[in-house]
């Protein structure tokens, strides 16, 4: 009690500002933006943290990471004890640091919010894992339980299927991942940038995963090399589905299929997972446009439009047909797009993409729009201003408006439900399917959805699975 | 890693690759594809099944040596390795009793004809089978296409072997002949445009298989999209084989000419790093 008021009394209520590279830079290269915490820094931040008896952030995640406890043991200079604590409820905390949304979560929830800035629990996670990455060696070795003779099919690597891989190797199964790319990581190495997520920092937390004895096979398109069916009758016990939602969808307007329109998930998997950006070092080519559109206000959208930039056009937009406030992307995200000079183009909606002679884009039509009454999702309406069409002159369009799940599993596996989003339906807490000993989660249940949500339901699927197969 | 058993040249500039691949050979069917990438720093391409043994584990693949990609697969030998081999994707090819079928293949397009043509037979349809090339020196497979047809007619654009001229001409015979209820042509696009206009005028259902440029190859990206009676379909999840009376053919060779200048950058640079290279 008597640490706790000299704490507060002391307390600095702004939080340790992380040092980013500087705009006009980092608009020409693919290196980190955010350049993480150094030690001063990390132990300044962390000494904030009131270590308040309720510990609302830790409810505010979705995998209930001990957050007190690991930024204690790192204002205490024990490095591996934050380790341990923060690794105990998190398999990829080097991802978790970067890309999730703590404003919406753990840093919501935060006490100090409530008088002023929440503690930068983001920041601290990366910290700390990013020393654990770079401290391999100081890692206690891993200890794996004795073989319950179990095996679990996982079928994806991103971000649910490598939780639910990792905690089921932990309780003691023999866990195969089926992978349908060339490498392992699902959505953190074909779509987020590398100048946002380092694929070095992906592979080496799914090294980690391996480390715990989980067999990743490669190029292993389920549904079609094999079904769900066949693994549950050969060599499985129970299958994990964690196969994300990587089906774009279009605006189905005049021009979509030109020469120059790409979907989001073809431009940043060409751009990240493909390496085009080091075209002709690496033989996948991208279209490097002059003027680019990306039509959408998420998260996605954001990294296809600093993408775009970084490959070298000299203007890139962001159409996006409500306002400011509706915009789904971090705010971080359209903050760091902005200062690199992405122009936003508000209350913008496109009627036609535009074509030349050739089939290549050169223009697109679009409307004004206002906001009208709120709808289903309690943002408001945008509604079209008659006659308000204008011409944006664009050679290259990319559209970011979302994904639904790929149908191939379920198309294949009998006795699976869908809902007509073509989402997989499975309890929510359980990720139990209505299918006998198959589980799901991930945005292939949710539709799309965020890394850290995924993976709590990788890691309740997999308590689930554990639990049937021990019974 | 995916180890080439082994390798032949079918023409100066048409490689055939046996490649180790048991799970994948077990469950191919006629008119699926592959995706490979052939290095660490390779680009995935889509190439269509030539043929396949799930007894010996194997599949083979036949691709005609035109962009960064060929090259590299046709400088592999027997007993190297393809980094990455998958499949088998897209949906196959539609196997039954339809009575007389006739099988067009073109160029390289002779290679994934074979299998479909082979299935077919075995259904006991009558197969009758058109095979062209440029010329005489590009022709590969007679024998292979004549052991699983009753008929078999050859021609090559110069005349240099077989009958002079295209495949389209003794396509429009045989269909005025009548009695044909089913028409598959594989080759070059502008081949199965022709091909699918031939069989028009007479209304027998035509099917072509559209390789159009892919990267993951499972509905993830869009790539491959073409607009097929009026609606987007995915080359990889809905094809690659469609009715050719309904493929909007313009987006086919639009999309053909995407990266047209790079793909030349990219082979020159390829092509100079082999000077000096046995």
Request: overall charge neutral.
């Amino acid at each position: 009690m008597e640490e706790q008021e000299k704490a507060k009394s002391k307390i600095n209520l702004n939080r340790v500002d992380m040092p980013r590279q500087d705009p006009k830079v980092r608009a020409h290269n693919y290196n980190e933006v955010a350049l993480g915490y150094t030690e001063e820094m990390a132990l300044e931040e962390a000494t904030r943290c009131i270590q308040c008896p309720k510990r609302p952030c830790v409810s505010g995640c979705p995998v209930n990471v001990d957050i007190p406890e690991f930024i204690k043991a790192l204002k205490d200079k024990n490095m591996p004890e934050a380790v341990k604590i923060l690794k105990g409820k998190n398999a990829l905390p080097a991802i978790c640091g970067r890309v999730c949304p703590q404003e919406t979560q753990c840093e919501q929830a935060c006490a100090l919010g409530k008088k002023k800035v929440p503690i930068a629990i983001g920041r601290l996670e990366r910290y700390v894992a990013d020393w654990d990455l770079a401290n391999k060696d100081k890692r206690p070795p891993v200890v794996i339980p004795p073989s319950t003779g179990k095996r679990v099919a996982v079928i994806g690597s991103g971000p649910a299927g490598l939780t639910a891989a990792a905690d089921l190797a932990k309780f003691g199964h023999k866990v195969t991942i089926y992978e349908a790319l060339h490498t392992a990581g699902g959505v953190l190495m074909y779509g987020i940038p590398e100048f946002r997520l380092p694929k070095a920092v992906v592979q080496a937390e799914v090294d980690y995963v391996k480390s715990l004895g989980v067999d990743i096979q490669l190029d292993s398109v389920m549904g079609k090399l094999a079904t769900v069916d066949e693994l549950l009758e050969k060599d499985f016990d129970a299958v994990f589905l964690g196969t994300g939602a990587g089906l774009p969808m279009f605006l189905n307007i005049p021009g979509e299929n030109l020469n120059g329109v790409y979907s989001a998930n073809e431009f940043l998997t060409r751009v990240n997972l493909m390496k085009a950006y080091l075209f002709p070092e690496y033989d996948t080519p991208i279209k490097i446009g002059k003027h680019v559109a990306v039509i959408g206000g998420g998260n996605v959208a954001m990294d296809a439009a600093r993408c775009a930039l970084r490959l070298g056009a000299e203007k890139v937009y962001i159409v996006y047909r409500r306002s400011r406030t509706e915009m789904p992307a971090r705010h971080e995200e359209v903050e760091n797009a902005e200062e690199e000079g992405i122009i936003f183009k508000f209350l913008t909606n496109p009627k036609q993409i535009i074509g030349d002679e050739n089939g290549w884009v050169k223009g697109m039509e679009c409307y004004e729009m206002e906001l009208g009454e709120p709808d289903a999702s309690g943002r408001r309406r945008p509604v079209t201003k008659p006659g308000s069409e204008f011409m944006i002159d664009v050679d290259v369009v990319v559209v970011a408006l979302g994904t639904t799940p790929n149908p191939l599993i379920p198309a294949t596996t009998k006795g699976l439900d869908t809902t007509k989003h073509g989402t997989v339906v499975a309890d929510e807490q359980t990720g139990k399917t209505v299918k006998d000993r198959v589980w799901a989660g991930g945005d292939v249940v949710t539709g799309a959805a965020t890394v850290i949500s995924a993976m709590g339901a990788g890691k309740r699927a997999a308590a689930s699975i554990n639990e049937f197969l021990m019974k | 890693m995916y180890k080439i058993v082994s390798k032949e040249l079918l023409t100066p500039v048409i490689d055939c690759l046996k490649i180790q691949a048991p799970a994948l050979a077990a469950k191919a069917r006629p008119g699926q594809f592959v995706i490979i990438r052939v290095d660490e720093v390779g680009e995935r391409i889509p190439l269509t099944l030539a043929d396949w043994d799930a007894k010996e584990g194997t599949i083979t693949l036949v691709a005609m040596r035109v962009g960064t990609s060929t090259h590299k697969l046709g400088s592999l030998k027997a007993g190297e390795n393809l980094t990455n081999l998958v499949g088998p994707l897209g949906l196959p090819s539609e196997i039954e009793k339809f009575g007389t079928v006739v099988m067009v293949g073109g160029g390289v397009g002779i290679a994934p004809v074979h299998p479909i043509a082979r299935a077919l037979k075995q259904e006991g349809n009558k197969v009758i089978s058109i095979i062209g090339s440029r010329n005489k020196d590009l022709l590969f497979w007679e024998d292979k296409m004549r052991a699983v047809s009753d008929e078999l007619i050859v021609t090559t654009d110069d005349g240099s072997y077989g009958r002079k001229g295209l495949v389209t001409e003794p396509l429009k015979e045989i269909l005025e002949k009548g009695g044909v209820n089913r028409v598959v042509a594989i080759g070059p696009a502008i081949m199965m445009k022709f091909c699918s206009l031939t069989t028009k005028p007479f209304n027998v259902p035509t099917v072509v298989s559209l390789n159009s440029i892919m990267v993951d190859g499972t509905g993830m990206c869009g790539c491959c999209r073409l607009s097929v009676g009026g609606q987007t379909k995915f080359a990889c999840v809905d094809g690659p084989e469609f009715n050719g009376h309904e493929v909007d053919w313009n987006i086919v060779f639009d999309r053909q000419k995407v990266y047209l200048k790079e793909e030349k950058e990219s082979l020159k640079k390829w092509e100079s790093c082999q000077c000096g290279k046995s």
